[in-house]
């Protein structure tokens, strides 16, 4: 059995000293003598009230200490411009204006957590801050001695649980000791970086700042995780850091070096993914029957794959496409501006734009890349997006690339995002972003009211139809036909949806394309798209178009299987092919969706952090194809399986 036991130190109120140890339940005496021993003879003065706190500290999370490395720097300047280097490889821009923040930082009693990107301060207690305790490192645990204040160690101990707590994506940490200049910035990529001179000398300024990208209903769990979460740390390194070592001569063997742990590292990320049930695996659908009957136990039906009206395997889309390779060739050989370019490039996106009814449409490799490519193309540092907090990964990517300030807003409050956008007017351009159907949930955008915000604030309107396209509208086109509306500024789709294909698209004036096509990376630095996908996209619309009826089979399909739920108890709906099922606990989740597999229906389990932590779910994806009768028994065997 091991304790947690803490002591701290005051005199008439002021901190002196604190220290903590995770111990096996033997030497909590000697723990406690050494500890009390530390306050009494401590440089800051003689306490007159030390408090030792004895307790069992729950369950024990191990974690891998950060790799360390110093960092020599000799003035603060040079310090800061270490740091930002550091922090910007792994992902954090605004350094300086995270840095400022330390004047405010050091009157906490604890760390000030951040939003990483936005900036704002997320502690629910503004003057207390946030605490990170119950860690210690492996040797001071095993050995049950807590031998001697080792700041260095301590820092490590801390940097390393701070790392690992969910949605925390780095720290900046300076002394407040104003005789001591450094400091340390950690992210569980870069590790634990010293860096010998990060201040002037003699500035009182200093703390800790904890930058967090996440949604902001899971800040409450990291904080839970940092002030309560029992860790010890294994493999804390003994010595103080060396500094880094001199480059190292061209004509040494690479086999002569040692080797760093780097795969251990990665093999401790995995062991945390493991451990919190996340881990995934790539499997084949081979042996999966798209649509049909449940007749053959060994092929499982597919109600999962984002193939809404059994296009992907129409004969005559697949046809297309084995064509088109045998006339084009496999690959298109090039980037579009280069000898990328093919008639099948020009057809699809002349089919695209008359389709959706906009003046022009570009097509790129795949959606994600359209989303990437698009807003970072669109907007840069100066300029604002604003982004609904439950959209898709392609988005929140192309919003971190381009450098605007990104400003969240709550999922489809477009009250939130109305307040938000006035607040922007400073911002050069606005670029509001959005998905049309949330791929999550299947719910969907109130498309008239987002266009009516976004231009009574002059910003950029941008929807994401992957699964609005061929889904939503009575024949297909998507939210604006939904609607009965306007079309969005931009509006981006993919073509490996309900069309059956790979590849991704935006639709839109011709200006905005031109612009696209001369300042989209995505777009411009990789290879186009290669025929076959082409062609299987332009015929899966052409079926589209000539058969609407697929439409508002996926469409009666939706209200049946979700009546049919209903009818077991089971709540939920949907506005589109996406029927939610939440069952919460990630292993649960899984748990579930493998006996429905053994039961015949292969139905993804979602976990964090896909969608939130503690909500996973099942995500069921309907077809036009599916036959009712199969969308019966899939329901009933959801009820039994849960
Ligand atoms: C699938 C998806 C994408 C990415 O499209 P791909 O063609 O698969 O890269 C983009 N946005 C949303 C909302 C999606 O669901």
């Not at 204040?149 to 969910?166: D, F, G, R, S, W």
């Not at 990208?213 to 904080?223: K, M, N, P, S, Y």
Request: contains cysteine; glycine residues 8%.
């Amino acid at each position: 059995m091991l304790y947690s036991v803490k002591m701290r130190a005051s005199c008439a109120g002021n901190h002196i000293s604190g220290a903590e140890k995770i111990v096996p339940a033997a030497t909590v005496p000697q723990t406690v003598a050494q500890l009390a021993e530390r306050a009494l003879t401590h440089a800051k003065g003689t306490p007159d009230f030390i408090n030792v706190k004895i307790e069992d500290p729950g369950e024990i999370l191990h974690l891998p200490a950060l790799p360390v490395t110093t960092h020599a720097t000799a003035t603060e300047a040079e310090g800061r411009a270490t740091a930002a280097e550091l922090l910007r490889n792994a992902g954090i821009t605004r350094i300086d204006e995270i840095m400022s923040r330390f004047a405010e930082a050091s009157s906490l009693r604890g760390a000030m957590l951040l939003d990483a990107d936005t900036l704002e301060r997320l502690e629910p207690d503004p003057v207390r801050g946030v605490r990170a305790t119950y860690m210690d490192d492996a040797d001071s645990a095993r050995k049950g001695t807590a031998s001697g204040k080792n700041h260095y160690a301590e820092a490590i101990v801390l940097a390393t649980k701070v790392q690992y707590a969910p949605g925390i994506v780095g720290e900046i940490c300076v002394s407040d000791d104003p005789d001591y200049v450094t400091g340390y910035v950690a992210t569980r990529e870069i590790g634990y970086c010293r860096i010998t001179t990060i201040k002037a000398k003699g500035s009182p300024d200093g703390g800790r700042i904890f930058l967090y990208r996440g949604l902001r209903d899971q800040v409450a769990e990291t904080i839970r995780f940092l002030e309560h979460q029992a860790v010890i740390v294994d493999n804390v390194p003994v010595l103080p850091p060396v500094p880094l070592p001199a480059p190292v001569p061209r004509c040494v063997s690479p086999a002569a070096l040692p080797q760093r742990p780097r795969w251990d590292s990665l093999a401790a990320d995995l062991a945390a993914i493991h451990a919190a049930g996340c881990h995934r695996t790539v499997s084949t659908t081979d042996d999966r029957q798209p649509t049909s009957g449940t007749s053959d136990q060994r092929r499982p039906t597919c109600l999962a794959s984002n193939d809404y009206l059994g296009l992907a395997t129409d004969p005559r889309v697949c046809r297309a496409a084995a064509d088109a390779a045998l006339t084009y060739g496999a690959g298109s050989t090039g980037s579009r501006l280069t000898t990328g370019t093919q008639e099948p490039h020009l057809a699809l996106e002349r089919h695209l734009a008359a389709f959706k009814g906009t003046e022009a449409a570009l097509v790129w490799a795949t959606g994600y890349m359209a989303n990437v490519g698009t807003i970072s193309a669109l907007v840069k540092k100066g300029d604002a997006i604003l982004s609904d907090e439950l959209n898709h990964a392609s988005i929140i990517d192309g919003c971190r690339l381009s450098g605007a300030d990104v400003i969240v807003y709550r999922h489809r409050d477009l009250d939130d995002l109305a307040r938000k956008l006035a607040a922007c007017r400073e911002h050069r351009r606005r670029l509001v972003v959005s998905d049309a159907v949330f791929s999550m949930d299947g719910d969907i955008l109130d498309l008239p009211r987002f266009l009516e915000i976004c231009r009574r604030h002059d910003a950029f309107s941008m929807i994401d139809e992957a699964h609005a396209t061929g889904v939503l509208g009575a024949t297909g086109r998507g939210l604006a036909e939904h609607f009965d509306c306007d079309h969005a500024d931009i509006t981006l789709g993919t073509l490996s949806k309900a069309l059956g294909s790979s590849g991704g698209f935006v639709c839109g004036p011709q200006t905005l394309i031109d612009y696209l096509t001369n300042k989209s990376r995505s777009f411009i630095f990789s290879t186009a798209l290669g025929a076959a996908n082409l062609a299987a996209a332009d015929t899966a619309l052409t079926i589209l178009e000539q058969e609407p009826d697929r439409v508002a089979r996926l469409r009666q399909n939706a209200t049946f299987f979700v009546n049919e739920l209903a009818r077991y108890g089971i709540h939920t709906t949907t506005e589109s092919a996406i029927v939610p099922i939440i069952i919460g606990d990630e292993r649960k989740a899984v748990a579930v969706s493998n006996i429905l597999r053994d039961k015949g229906f292969l139905i993804s389990a979602i976990r964090y952090p896909t969608v939130a932590q503690g909500a996973a779910r099942l995500r069921v994806a309907l077809s036009s194809e599916h036959a009712q009768e199969t969308l019966g028994a899939a329901a009933e065997a959801i009820a039994e399986a849960i």
